[in-house]
Nanobody
Framework: QVQVVESGGGLVQPGGSLRLSCAASGILFSDYHIRWNRQAPGKQRELVAAIENGGGTVYVESVKGRFTISRDNAKNTAYLQMSSLKPEDTAVYYC?????????WGQGTQVTVSS
């Protein structure tokens, strides 16, 4: 059974940084694509960043230069390093793991950017 667990969210001041983690189990992690998505109150869930099993990355325009997605296949974990955070980054952040017909979401972690 595939399980995905996010961690690392919290309250941070504007301009601050956070690192989110996405730990997956029950899969050959290195074969899977990883996506970070977020959903702000009253808004649709949106893709923030993705990293392919080969390491290629994509970012939504609003986070380019501020967020970095990475993965450590030896630890079955992906990360989202977020810097220069803005109030509009406030959302629940979800990790999504895809591969071999699997499409598994974590429970989400809250990120709040506020002074």
């Amino acid at each position: 059974q595939v399980q995905v667990v996010e961690s690392g969210g919290g309250l941070v001041q504007p301009g601050g940084s956070l690192r989110l983690s996405c730990a997956a189990s029950g899969i050959l992690f290195s074969d899977y694509h990883i996506r970070w998505n977020r959903q702000a109150p009253g808004k649709q869930r949106e893709l923030v960043a993705a990293i392919e099993n080969g390491g290629g990355t994509v970012y939504v325009e609003s986070v380019k230069g501020r967020f970095t997605i990475s993965r450590d296949n030896a630890k079955n974990t992906a990360y989202l390093q977020m810097s220069s955070l803005k109030p509009e980054d406030t959302a629940v952040y979800y990790c999504n793991v895809r591969g071999y017909g699997d499409n598994v979401w974590g429970q989400g972690t809250q990120v709040t950017v506020s002074s």
